[in-house]
């Protein structure tokens, strides 16, 4: 028989669940949230047939919730907007600042793997637009031997998956120029007509990895050169913001890029960085 199931959320719950929340992925969901939180919990209690959200809590703490249930939970709570070149000044600044400054000439590409990192990355966007971004410069400056590597990270598992399997709906890549969709996209057929896919060329330069970046230490054995970090510190406390800033700065090399988003900022943050443009600061 199922249980009765109501979609209230106490006060009560809704300062447990968000504690444990912040504790756990930094996110903060204050009082303002608890529609927000009702939204997206509501659904999966009922899937596990939970009369209350207080119940529901008691199980994703458990020894069996923290294994099973978490995985699921990081992702109905933490949030995936993105979009193809979102924010595209930071694309062109890629392109026409960042690119030519690391490779001045052609000795440059010689030995050289260039290495970023997109944290997070959601569904994969960000990532292969960052490597469309690469290829260009590659190709306007007739620099075919450049290489690089570009990871991605999330907190959920689901998104993850999405992003390593470069499949979008055409709706997704409407705005990309067209001759960005010609040489870095296949259009489905059959019964993916209606989709499209990032070539192999460019999706076997990536790699992603399921990251919690509260995590004391992250898993990376490299520096990058670039870190992209948009739209995600927005969620988190000013003390959350710095901490994990700086986590992620100590795997950027010297004189390297760090991008956050145009609503951020990094203002009185204990960093060793530069400001050199909008959002857009250099490791000193």
Do not use: W
């Not at 399997?165 to 067209?178: D, K, N, R």
């Not at 010297?254 to 959002?279: C, R, V």
């Amino acid at each position: 028989m199922d249980m009765m199931y109501t979609n209230s959320m106490s006060e009560t719950e809704r300062y447990q669940i968000s504690n444990f929340i912040e504790s756990q992925f930094g996110i903060r969901m204050p009082t303002t949230k608890k529609i927000l939180l009702t939204t997206r919990l509501s659904k999966r209690l009922k899937e596990l047939d939970f009369e209350s959200y207080s119940t529901y809590f008691k199980y994703l703490t458990s020894e069996d919730g923290i294994f099973n249930e978490l995985p699921i939970f990081a992702d109905l709570v933490s949030t995936h907007e993105t979009r193809f070149f979102r924010e595209p000044q930071h694309f062109n600044y890629l392109l026409n600042k960042v690119l030519p400054d690391i490779f001045h000439t052609k000795y440059d590409c010689h030995g050289k793997t260039l290495k970023i990192l997109s944290a997070p990355c959601s569904t994969g966007e960000e990532v292969y637009s960052l490597a469309c971004t690469i290829e260009e410069f590659k190709r306007v400056n007739s620099m075919p031997e450049i290489k690089y590597t570009i990871t991605g990270t999330d907190v959920s598992e689901k998104v993850i998956h999405k992003a390593i399997h470069g499949i979008y709906p055409e709706s997704a890549i409407e705005t990309i120029p067209l001759e960005l969709k010609h040489r870095y996209f296949l259009r489905g057929k059959s019964s993916h007509e209606g989709f499209a896919k990032i070539i192999p060329e460019i999706a076997e330069r990536t790699c992603f990895k399921v990251v919690n970046l509260m995590d004391c230490t992250y898993p990376f054995f490299e520096e990058f050169d670039i870190i992209f970090c948009r739209n995600m510190l927005i969620y988190f406390s000013k003390e959350n913001q710095e901490l994990i800033c700086m986590k992620l700065t100590g795997y950027l090399k010297n004189d390297g890029y760090f991008f956050i988003g145009h609503s951020e900022t990094l203002m009185n943050f204990n960093l060793q960085l530069k400001n050199i443009a909008p959002t857009i600061y250099r490791k000193k």
